[in-house]
């Protein structure tokens, strides 16, 4: 046993850290979050495909680097401590997990290779509105190769090219998986503003858009949330490097602000309040850190592993997010400090995969399953 | 990252499984099983303690040459969960986990060669005068004085919280020997039998109505100065050893599965069904598998660069917390039936038909007991002063 990353893996790490603290400045940040023109840092973008980046997970006979689901998972906590605005998740964890997982050999061929160099951008279209999302709310319709319907949220609609969309086909309740190409008369885009500007998402509509199946008919739903597993043990990474950074950010500013003639980090309120995030932040990366384990494994166990990650990271991102602005006082709250970058993205990041709710109630059915199995 | 066991990790295992199905007895696990507090039945485990001692397993971070398993962090962790899982009774032994690592680095051939190998039988059974009345988190203000005499201390004062103190027939205390500015600096680390002059123990009956805890006071006891351990003065520095000496390998986690998995036990058919009680659950599982996986993380700290990490550190706080939460919920499983507080039907070998169902027949003793998790071995809010001091730097 050996619970560790390994060296290669602390050199990435090291090498995501220096590139990003370049790259992924707060002044990057506050571009796109300030000019509505501005979806994404493209120079940032194309930088991580020059490192290889976006190809991470992909197999090298279809022009990745061949490396595990871990590798990634260590370039996701750098994403998340630098906030970098691209759309990295959308691209990597869904559409290229989605293509990994169900795809022919066709198309992988067909659409890896220009993911792994980031000269496509790939997005998963689920959501449909207000409720709970499951197979059965599913109205967006496939029939003889060509989709309607409309999706909303869609993360980073705006910029991909392609989106894997999850339609019903057949009887009710039946879903499958469609790649759908975007630039295209029949995809209306409209812009939706989120509570984090710095990631762009859109309202997608299908007027009788070509759709190509991905996976197996009536696969769509359990497909969906195999990706959504994985995708959430990449996205708790991400959580735990934000938590990490307001963290760092509070330290930081509590040793530094002084009241009553004292650093205010002196004072027991503000120490237990950083040491209660300090544990939240450990207690998720320990989770995640399972998750990491169960991706680079495929372990049975991963869906239990990737919502005990979800649930812990989102509890600690938040709580981090929310007590580094009151860290921080009247100053935490202005539009000027990074505060409420870390605030939206916490936010953001907690909401997005079906939110918290959702991943309780999995851990919950997981446990009960793992517990009537007999396992331990 | 690799969670697989190696063969040699896996043939232990197998060893320590048959071990545990020859050697702990129905007496011993039911003793674990009623155990309200922290300590199982003393008698009986005492006997799973010797039932060790006679393996050689009853030290395992000590080092071979003075009679310790010396075994590996893993092979520590891997004891530590299939113990966990056995339901051993959780014995108390300060001479092992405490004294003896501070008696192998400060002691002189003759006190090792002396003490030692009666810690290791049990024959001698150590309690712990560290905490005073006055002195519990602020411990460096204690005063409980040694006086110089000739060739002598004579120790005046009083120690509290002393567990065990009615069984055990040697103590290691902390004692001021001078007056300085940093308090620190005055205090020295001494080694005696309770069977001097002048020792008094007095119980001190916990809110589980238990005798666990007592006060100790030092009348005039005349002990010799040989019974030092380190320099005068200088106890600080032996006391605060002993926090480097367990390095990794504890299993915290599958004591808290353990509990975990009772919980459950008492939940099933009933409360679990209510989804807001599972999420609850669901909470406390989410960090019973942190737990399991910092102590991982600690073990591959260690094996990377030789000490644990910064994240051992919150085991503590997070460890109480959560087996605090275990025995809440418990207790609301339970509903009315956790209530009724039957101590008769708590000790190994009754015939008291218990009032709550069998599963949960501890549940409100530890409910009750578990208070102290978050109290002892450094509060939780001195936890949280240290993590802000030592990681964060505040």
Redesign the interface.
């Known amino acids: 046993?050996?619970?560790?990353?390994s060296e290669e893996q602390y050199l990435l790490r090291d090498q995501a850290k220096r590139f990003l603290a370049d790259r992924s400045t707060p002044a990057v940040v506050r571009a796109v979050l300030e000019d509505e023109a501005k979806p994404y840092d493209e120079d940032l973008w194309r930088g991580m495909a020059e490192l290889g980046w976006l190809g991470t997970a992909i197999p090298e006979e279809y022009g990745g680097a061949g490396m595990s689901g871990?590798d990634l998972c260590v370039i996701a906590e750098e994403l998340g401590r630098s906030l970098a605005p691209t759309p990295f998740s959308s691209s990597v964890y869904m559409a290229t997990e989605a293509l990994l997982m169900a795809g022919s050999d066709q198309q992988k061929q067909d659409y890896l290779p220009a993911l792994a160099m980031g000269e496509r951008i790939g997005c998963m279209a689920v959501s449909e509105g207000i409720g709970v999302t499951d197979a059965a709310s599913i109205n967006t319709r496939a029939n003889e190769g060509v989709i309607e319907g409309a999706k909303v949220p869609v993360a980073d609609g705006d910029v991909a090219d392609f989106a894997v969309v999850l339609a019903a086909q057949g009887n009710s309740g039946d879903t499958s998986l469609f790649l759908v190409e975007l630039n295209d008369d029949s995809v209306r885009r409209e812009a939706v503003e989120m509570v984090d500007p710095t990631r762009s998402h859109v309202e997608m509509t299908f007027e009788g858009t070509a759709a190509e199946l991905l996976g197996e008919p009536g696969e769509g739903w359990s497909i969906t949330q195999a990706v959504f597993d994985r995708a959430a043990i990449l996205m708790a990474f991400e959580q735990v490097g934000g938590a990490q950074a307001c963290?760092d950010m509070a330290?930081d500013y509590?040793?530094n602000r002084f009241a009553f003639g004292r650093?205010i980090?002196?004072y027991?309120a503000?120490?237990?309040k950083?040491?209660?995030i300090?544990?939240a932040t450990?207690?998720?990366?320990?989770?995640a850190?399972?998750g990491?384990?169960a991706l680079?494994t495929d372990a049975p166990d991963l869906a239990?592993?990737a919502a005990?990650a979800r649930?812990?990271a989102s509890e600690a991102y938040n709580l981090a997010a929310r007590e580094n602005i009151q860290t921080h006082g009247g100053m935490g709250f202005t539009w000027e400090f990074d505060c409420h970058l870390y605030y939206r993205r916490a936010k953001l990041l907690s909401l997005a995969l079906g939110g918290e709710r959702k991943w309780?109630?999995r851990?919950?059915s997981q446990?009960?399953a793992r517990?009537s199995s007999g396992e331990? | 990252m690799d969670v697989n066991m190696s063969a040699e990790d896996t043939a232990f295992r197998d060893e320590v499984r048959a071990f545990l199905a020859e050697n702990l007895t129905d007496e011993m696990r039911e003793a674990n099983h009623l155990n309200g507090g922290f300590f199982a039945d003393y008698e009986i485990s005492r006997r799973w303690f010797l039932a060790l001692s006679q393996k050689g397993w009853v030290a395992p971070s000590w080092p071979a040459e003075y009679g310790g398993c010396a075994w590996t962090p893993m092979q520590k962790y891997i004891y530590s969960t299939e113990a966990a899982k056995a339901g051993t009774p959780h014995y108390f032994a300060l001479g092992i986990s405490m004294v003896g690592p501070v008696i192998m680095r400060y002691a002189t051939e003759a006190q090792k060669a002396h003490y030692l190998p009666r810690i290791l039988s049990g024959e001698d059974v150590w309690c712990q005068g560290y905490s005073e009345p006055g002195s519990g988190s602020d411990l460096a203000s204690l005063q409980t004085r040694a006086v110089a005499d000739g060739d002598d201390y004579v120790i005046n004062g009083s120690k509290i919280w002393t567990s065990n103190a009615h069984r055990a027939n040697h103590i290691f205390c902390l004692v001021r020997t001078k007056d300085t500015e940093r308090r620190q600096e005055g205090i020295s680390f001494l080694l005696f039998p309770m069977d001097c002059p002048g020792i008094t123990v007095k119980p001190i009956i916990n809110i589980v109505g238990e005798h666990g805890f007592n006060q100790v006071f030092f009348d005039d006891v005349r002990v010799p100065q040989s019974c030092r351990l380190g320099a005068e003065n200088d106890g600080w520095t032996v006391a605060k050893y002993l926090l480097e000496f367990e390095r990794g390998g504890s299993a915290h986690a599958a004591t808290v599965a353990a509990s975990l998995a009772q919980l459950r036990n008492v939940a099933a058919g009933d409360a679990l069904e209510d989804p807001l009680f599972a999420q609850k659950i669901a909470g406390v599982a989410i960090k019973q598998l942190a737990a399991e996986f910092t102590e991982h993380r600690v073990i591959a700290d260690i094996t990377r660069q030789g000490r644990p990490g910064p994240a051992s550190s919150f085991m503590k706080v997070m460890g109480s917390e959560t087996n605090q939460a275990i025995t809440e919920l418990t207790v609301e499983a339970l509903n009315y039936y956790a209530a009724p507080f039957q101590p008769e039907a708590r000790k190994p070998g009754n015939n008291v038909k218990p009032i709550a169902p069998e599963v949960g027949v501890a549940a409100v003793a530890k409910y009750l007991f578990l208070r102290a998790a978050s109290i002892y071995s450094g509060s939780n809010e001195i936890q949280r002063n240290i993590m802000a001091k030592q990681i964060l730097g505040l």
Do not use: C, P
């Open positions: 046993m050996n619970f560790d990353f871990e963290l330290v509590a040793k650093a980090g002196s027991q503000i120490k237990h950083l040491a209660d300090y544990v450990e207690l998720a990366r320990a989770n850190y399972y990491a384990w680079a239990t592993a005990a649930v812990a309780k109630d851990l919950v446990l009960e517990n331990e």
